[in-house]
Every structure is written in C-alpha cells, then in structure tokens.
C-alpha cells in the first residue's frame, strides 16, 4: 500500500518570503502525485497534479512542485507568499489495489504566512 | 468549479441519536468517497462507491453506512452517534473513465460533534 509522509506539520513564514513544503510518497512504480490546499472551515481544492511529462508543475495561485522520482519527492513551493496563502496543504498520491483507486493522502502541513 | 454539496455544515448532537450526512454532486460523476479528517491526521477513506447500487468499505473502519440509490446522491448514516465519532466528514467525487487521473472534488465537509 501507498503511503505519504508530509515532514513538517507546520511552518511559519513572513510574508513575501519563499517557501518550501516537503512530501515523499513511497511508491516505486509510476505514480500520480496531487497538492490540495483547505482554507479554514472549507473543503479540499486542487492545487496541483502531476501526472507524467515535465517534472516541474505549475498550478494555481503561483505554487509550483517538482517530482523527483530518484528521491521519491514531490516538494511544493512558492517563491513569495502571502497572507491569504495561510491554510493547511496535503499531499496525495493515486493508489491502485484490486481494482479499486483511491488517492492517499499525507497528515496535512499547516502554513501561516504572518505580516 | 466544483460542484458538490455537503449538509450540514455543522451539527452537535447527543449520544444515541441517529443522524444523516447529506453529499450531493451535480457534475454527473460516478465515483463518491466519504474521508474522515481529524486534527493532525491524514485523510481517512470509510467509504466509496462507483456508482448507483454500488458501495463499499474504505481503509478505515466506521461504524457509519452509505447509499447510492442515485447519481448524484450519497448520504452517510449513523444509526446511534457516540462521542468518538466526532469528527470532520468531508465527500468528493471524481469521474469514472479509462485514464482518467483520480483528482477528486470535495465538499466543504460537515463537522460532526457528539456530547
């Protein structure tokens, strides 16, 4: 079975600073690799999706990540944040087992962007 | 946009009550999933379905059932609430079809809490 590993359940980080959220997945077959973002008291939304192709994906609100297959990595970044980027992120990766495909997602790592 | 609906958003009950989370998509998926998220914790899947009249049970044990009688509907029941099941419910849904990547739509969710 899959499984996701986000190392930092919260980062602090002034605004206008860069940032950098660290997810690993432990998958060594080809896999699909998601960052959702959930703003307080809401659901989920897609930040992200990286499915094949280039290993670097650009996705909303100026958030990039890189996929990293020899280090199992899918870090995502911005290189100025905002206040308004304060919210909890998760990452997910596609599992397939017996049929059935569901995404797995990692323990959330919470960013406050404080002015 | 997404499309999917959660009621209640937010609902405090009493021990032994029977009580019914509503999900509702209008984008015409085939593929609903119930998560359960607690503080700190990854998502957890307790149910999932593929389609009208099919059901099934995700990794995480719940005492909770579903329905799929329509498209667009999946309802969670709990038939007596006790205070460990209170929590986060979020629903999503995604499309059935070959290739298709697993991103899931979420709900904003319902946050349960029992006394």
């Known amino acids: 079975a899959q499984s996701v590993t986000q190392l930092d359940s919260q980062v602090p980080v002034f605004e206008e600073a860069p940032v950098e959220l660290r997810c690993n997945y432990s998958?060594?077959?080809?896999?699909?690799l998601f960052w959702y973002v959930q703003y307080p008291n809401q659901g989920l939304q897609l930040l992200l999706k990286y499915l094949s192709g280039s290993t670097l994906v650009k996705g909303i609100n100026g958030f990039e990540a890189e996929f990293n297959k020899s280090q199992t990595s899918f870090h995502l970044r911005k290189p100025s944040v905002h206040i308004s980027d304060t919210a909890e992120y998760f990452c997910a990766v596609r599992e397939t087992q017996g049929g059935s495909e569901k995404l797995v997602f990692g323990k959330g790592t919470k960013l406050t962007v404080n002015p | 946009e997404a499309d999917i609906y959660q009621t209640p958003r937010y609902l405090v009950i009493g021990t032994g009550k029977k009580i019914t989370l509503e999900c509702s998509q209008t984008m015409g998926h085939d593929k609903m999933y119930w998560y359960q998220q607690d503080p700190g914790m990854e998502l957890h899947l307790i149910h999932y379905s593929y389609g009208v009249n099919s059901t099934e049970k995700g990794d995480l044990s719940s005492e909770s059932t579903v329905s799929r009688i329509r498209t667009e509907h999946f309802p969670l029941t709990l038939e007596s609430a006790r205070p460990s099941h209170t929590s986060q419910y979020l629903c999503a849904s995604s499309e059935l079809r070959t290739g298709d990547t697993g991103e899931l739509f979420f709900g904003e969710g319902s946050r349960l809490t029992v006394l």
């Open positions: 998958s060594s077959v080809s896999v699909y």
